[in-house]
């Protein structure tokens, strides 16, 4: 119970402070209008001949691209920010274990995120509105943000024990997040595969993160890709507290 207490206590601090600085409302902001207005406007989603009743292509597409960017954005301050001002060592000091530090500040930021992505439920509610919708897919679609976030966030956290800058973190993470997406799209998995074999190809592509919120976003729930967001979460946050640890010794 003391565990879960240090957590709460840690996750209240951190989402006061994501929505005191006002940041918060300006990302949550900026990723809903985008979403929206890349799936009404760009896509021609009131076109007579739209068909995207499952929201797959028109809207699900779009929110792994903003994400990319929103995740390390928010996420970036969670650790460096600490080092900067010196306040790591007084959070150090606490009585409380390094992981529930990290558990509380990751769930805070990973709060910011989730309340961004429900905000673009409108979309639902105009397609039911004007069709039926496939919910199977639509709910997939929404667990598959909230996973790629979850992960795009703790690769974020890693970085940000890493180092004392904001703004290094942001391009890095940004980068490593480009980076995983990118090894597992169909043209370089397809270039793998012709220079390097397919089981290298299938390495990446499992490795990569688009195949798993691909087939996500389609309704295919399964176990190897809530594995695979978990795992990396998981070897994220243990990473940040061997950086952490090491900075309290």
Not at 94 to 102: E, G, K, R, T, Y
């Amino acid at each position: 119970m003391s565990a879960l207490k240090n957590i709460w206590i840690v996750y209240n601090r951190e989402l006061k402070a994501q929505f005191n600085s006002m940041l918060a409302y300006v990302f949550i902001v900026i990723f809903v209008l985008l979403s929206m207005s890349l799936t009404f406007l760009l896509d021609d989603f009131f076109a007579p001949n739209a068909q995207d009743a499952s929201l797959e292509f028109s809207f699900f597409r779009w929110p792994m691209w903003l994400l990319m960017f929103l995740a390390p954005a928010v996420g970036m301050r969670l650790w460096s920010e600490e080092q900067r001002t010196g306040t790591i060592e007084l959070l150090l000091t606490m009585p409380l274990a390094v992981w529930h530090a990290i558990v509380g500040k990751y769930l805070a930021a990973l709060s910011v995120i989730t309340i961004a992505i429900l905000f673009t439920f409108p979309v639902v509610i105009t397609v039911a509105y004007l069709g039926d919708p496939d919910n199977g897919t639509v709910w997939g679609g929404y667990l598959a943000c909230i996973f790629y976030g979850g992960g795009a966030l703790a690769i974020t956290c890693a970085v940000s024990a890493l180092t004392r800058s904001s703004v290094a973190c942001l391009i890095i993470a940004l980068s490593l997040c480009f980076g995983q997406l990118l090894i597992a799209i169909p043209p370089v998995l397809d270039y793998a595969a012709d220079n390097w074999g397919g089981g290298f190809a299938n390495a990446l592509g499992s490795l990569g993160t688009w195949a798993h919120y691909t087939e996500m976003k389609r309704g295919v729930i399964s176990f190897s890709n809530v594995v695979f967001y978990l795992s990396m979460i998981g070897f994220c946050l243990f990473l940040t507290s061997v950086v952490i640890k090491s900075k309290r010794s």
